[in-house]
């Protein structure tokens, strides 16, 4: 189906083409219509499969832009999905003067928050503790809501978040459309789902976990140090971009060290961290300037990062969702991907169901593994920090401009612009690194020297 068979506007088809989709993909094709309709639904469709534009389309398409008043609530588990969440709904709405999306994560300023509150958005993208205080500080109004989405439904509405989840749909108007989305479901999920939706339709997508996108290899560890494992399983593979995920911080900061030891450049992302560093990690990771991430289940919910070529689990999920979103971390939007799981004695049960529930996957030796030493495990760009962002109207184009016509690189040399309140990073080849940074501190931008730094 294209995007012109929808009943949206002709400017919204517009702005989606120009975001280079052409195609709904399967769940969008599924939702879409019936999300138009301001039906329930609990959708059900695989890791990287579009279901971030299948809620985001039909609730920008309802919005009324002019009642500046909250129409719409997401919630996330985390604050990284959050704010990649609220870029993709800023993106998709460009096409409607004046909309706002905010986003209220912990780990910044509640003050601020509470600012942008009292000048009203329409679009708000929230973690469940962080909106949790608002409500209860009153610095919110709900009564004008008319649509709730839980993204990872399944991790929104289990142990960990499920009273908090409680307690803000509570306060929310009942009369409202409510979407649910994961990859996952628990069979409970209806049963749960009725405690705060009306007659939800059920909407699953294609065949869960497709055979050959992810091809997946599983390794038994005895007695071997893991860590050292790392760079054959890395190169044997010739994989550029790779993100490895532990089950404990301790473990992930450990390994971060030893892979240090070992000469790869890794980044290490936990909630330990404070928020700066984690956006920071996030952004040096996703621009390519650093092969390796180590990362906590934090990371395994619903991130996407283009090219991601290799997952590794270091250490088995502890259960076969977690395994399923980990995975999913590659292998998206249509490309390949190869998963890679250490596994111990004591991991039987938990592989078995794995097996039962990805048909094809292959195991290996490790005494078969060896380094393929010609490989070097690096990336392709390196980053420049630059200090200033939006607040300083400091855009991409900017940016751009000044490294091409003021520097003089070539548009191949530049990589992914990140842009901040108060910073931004551009991503640039290594090999004209040293002349990015020479001349773009000494180049204006704007108008204005910024500061650069190579991070
Ligand atoms: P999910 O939430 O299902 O894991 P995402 O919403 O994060 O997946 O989407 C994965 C990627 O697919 C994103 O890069 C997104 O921009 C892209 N994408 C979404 N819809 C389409 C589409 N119709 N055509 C092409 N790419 C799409
Ligand atoms: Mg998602």
Redesign the pocket.
């Known amino acids: 189906m294209l995007?012109d068979e929808l009943a949206i506007s002709k400017e919204f088809i517009k702005n989606?083409k120009s975001?280079?989709?052409?195609?709904?993909?399967q769940?969008?094709e599924q939702m879409i219509p019936l999300a138009l309709e301001a039906k329930n639904i609990i959708a059900q469709?695989?890791?990287?499969?579009?279901?971030?534009?299948?809620f985001c389309i039909p609730i920008i398409e309802k919005l009324e832009v002019k009642k500046f008043r909250i129409q719409i609530l997401v919630l996330a588990p985390t604050r990284e999905l959050a704010n990649?969440i609220a870029q993709?709904m800023r993106q998709l709405s460009r096409h409607i003067h004046n909309v706002k999306v905010l986003t209220l994560c912990g780990g910044v300023a509640f003050k601020p928050q509470v600012i942008s509150l009292q000048h009203e958005a329409h679009i708000i993208i929230a973690t469940p503790g962080r909106i949790l205080k608002h409500i209860r500080e009153d610095n919110i109004n709900l009564k004008h809501l008319n649509t709730l989405v839980l993204?990872e439904a399944d991790r929104m509405l289990d142990m960990g978040f499920y009273e908090d989840i409680n307690d803000i749909i509570q306060s929310l108007p009942s009369k409202r459309q409510t979407l649910l989305?994961s990859?996952t479901y628990d069979d409970n999920i209806k049963k749960l789902a009725n405690n705060f939706m009306q007659s939800p339709i059920l909407i699953k997508s294609e065949v869960l976990h497709e055979r050959t996108i992810i091809n997946q290899t599983f390794y038994k560890i005895s007695n071997q140090n893991k860590s050292s494992l790392i760079p054959a399983l890395i190169s044997t593979n010739k994989a550029k971009s790779i993100l490895i995920f532990c089950n404990m911080k301790i473990t992930c900061e450990q390994l971060a060290d030893e892979l240090d030891d070992l000469g790869l450049d890794v980044l290490s992302l936990n909630s330990n961290l404070e928020q700066k560093d984690r956006d920071e990690i996030m952004v040096l990771f996703s621009n390519k300037s650093y092969p390796i991430l180590i990362a906590t289940d934090l990371a395994s919910r619903?991130?996407?990062i283009?090219n991601i070529d290799l997952v590794i689990n270091y250490d088995l999920a502890h259960d076969i969702n977690i395994h399923t979103h980990r995975i999913?971390r590659t292998a998206?939007?249509?490309n390949t991907g190869m998963a890679i799981s250490l596994y111990q004695d004591e991991d039987e049960e938990k592989l078995e169901d794995i097996k039962s529930c990805f048909a094809d996957i292959s195991f290996e030796e490790v005494s078969n593994l060896s380094d393929n030493l010609s490989y070097t495990i690096d990336s392709d760009y390196r980053t420049l920090y630059i200090n200033g962002g939006k607040k300083q109207k400091l855009r991409a184009g900017d940016i751009l401009g000044a490294l091409i016509i003021g520097v003089g690189l070539v548009k191949e040399d530049i990589g992914k612009i990140d842009s901040f309140p108060f910073c931004s990073y551009v991503a640039i080849k290594t090999a004209v690194l040293n002349k990015a940074y020479d001349g773009l501190s000494n180049t204006k931008i704007k108008g204005k020297y910024f500061r650069i730094h190579k991070k």
């Open positions: 995007f989606i975001l280079t989709y052409t195609k709904l993909t769940i969008q469709a695989k890791t990287g499969s579009g279901k971030t534009a299948a990649q993709e993204d989305l990859a619903g991130l996407h283009d999913g998206r939007a249509g």
